[in-house]
């Protein structure tokens, strides 16, 4: 079993920048890749891009010239960097454990989520 913890959400101003964290425990040595996600209110859920195990990352169109994917080996955690925010980025954004590339494809059959951190842009 894989837990995924995240921190690091908040409120920021238009233009501003915030760093979320995934942190996991358990059986870390199966995961092939850790996706980001997010669901804006009133909205469906969306693949930001993953990072796999050996630290590729790969971006969705959408957020691949502001986010950025990274990962400490050491402390099991990932991080996205959140640069150049914008009002339409609110939403609460996810981390999730994948074994497989296909899992990292709709409908997403990952089994293992973080808890989810609400990140709020204003302007």
């Known amino acids: 079993q894989v837990q995924l913890v995240e921190s690091g959400g908040g409120s920021v101003q238009s233009g501003g920048s915030l760093r979320l964290s995934c942190a996991a425990t358990?059986?870390?040595?199966?995961?092939?890749?850790i996706g980001w996600f997010r669901q804006p209110p009133g909205r469906q859920r969306e693949l930001l891009g993953h990072?796999?195990?050996?630290?590729?990352?790969h971006y969705s169109g959408a957020v691949k010239d502001r986010f950025t994917f990274s990962g400490d080996a050491a402390k099991n955690t990932v991080y996205l960097q959140m640069n150049g925010l914008r009002q339409e980025d609110t939403a609460v954004y996810h981390c999730?454990?994948?074994?497989?590339?296909?899992?990292?494809?709709?409908?997403?059959?990952?089994?293992?989520w973080g808890q989810g951190s609400q990140v709020t842009v204003s302007s």
């Open positions: 990072i796999t195990s050996d630290g590729n990352a």
């Open positions: 358990g059986s870390t040595s199966s995961i092939y890749a």
């Open positions: 999730a454990a994948a074994y497989y590339a296909d899992e990292l494809r709709p409908p997403w059959t990952l089994r293992h």
